[in-house]
Antibody, heavy 116, light 108 residues
Framework: EVNLVESGGALVQPGGSLRLSCVVS????????MTWVRQVPGKGLEWVGN????????HYGASVEGRFAISRDNAKNSLFLQMNGLRPEDTAVYFC?????????WGQGTLVSVSS | DIQMTQSPSSLSASVGDRVTISCQAS??????LNWYQQRPGRAPNLLIQ???HLQPGFPSRFSGSGSGTNFALTINGLQPEDVATYYC??????????FGPGTKVDLK
């Protein structure tokens, strides 16, 4: 069974940093691109960025470029999202997702709240 | 960047109705178009890939069509379990993807 479990969501002050983690099981993590998608509660989906299977290539959405960084540890079946310079508009549920064109498997999400 | 629009933003229909959701891309995306279903309180699920290929586990009352810039998701015979928000998503824009704003489907 495919499983993706995000963690690390928290309440953080504007300007702060946070690192999200996602541990996966049930599929060959090391051959899959991975994606982060976020969703403001009650609103639509926003693509955050993705990473290739080797961790050597990353791409980001314009709203997070230069502040967020995606990385992975294939030995530990883990995906990460380092978020710096957090803003109130970054408040959202963050989903870890398998794939980049076809987003085939999603975690349950972890909530990040940015507020003073 | 490719912009995606959806219409309507929400709709209410009766059980058994045929429901059609439209998705439009700001430029030609060929067949690089997927649909997702997000039930209330749940993560999205890939429903249809590459315009018309229904994912395993979803009933055949769901179908997708279109090409280029205009696409549609049709539910033939709406069921209570279809209450959800539906998103289109393009992947024609290099290595980035973009979502439509979503269409919320409720029961009348």
């Amino acid at each position: 069974e495919v499983n993706l479990v995000e963690s690390g969501g928290a309440l953080v002050q504007p300007g702060g940093s946070l690192r999200l983690s996602c541990v996966v099981s049930g599929f060959n993590f090391s051959v899959n691109w991975m994606t982060w998608v976020r969703q403001v509660p009650g609103k639509g989906l926003e693509w955050v960025g993705n990473i290739d299977n080797d961790g050597e290539e990353t791409h980001y959405g314009a709203s997070v470029e230069g502040r967020f960084a995606i990385s992975r540890d294939n030995a530990k079946n883990s995906l990460f999202l380092q978020m710096n310079g957090l803003r109130p508009e970054d408040t959202a549920v963050y989903f870890c997702v398998r794939g980049w064109q076809w987003l085939v498997s999603w975690g349950q999400g972890t909530l990040v709240s940015v507020s003073s | 960047d490719i912009q995606m629009t959806q219409s309507p933003s929400s709709l209410s229909a009766s059980v058994g109705d045929r429901v059609t959701i439209s998705c439009q891309a700001s430029q030609d995306i060929s067949d690089s178009l997927n649909w997702y279903q997000q039930r209330p309180g749940r993560a999205p699920n890939l429903l249809i890939q590459d315009v018309a290929h229904l994912q395993p586990g979803f009933p055949s009352r769901f179908s997708g069509s279109g090409s280029g810039t205009n696409f549609a998701l049709t539910i033939n015979g709406l069921q209570p379990e279809d209450v959800a928000t539906y998103y289109c998503q393009q992947f024609a824009d290099l290595i980035t993807v973009g979502f439509g704003p979503g269409t919320k489907v409720d029961l009348k």
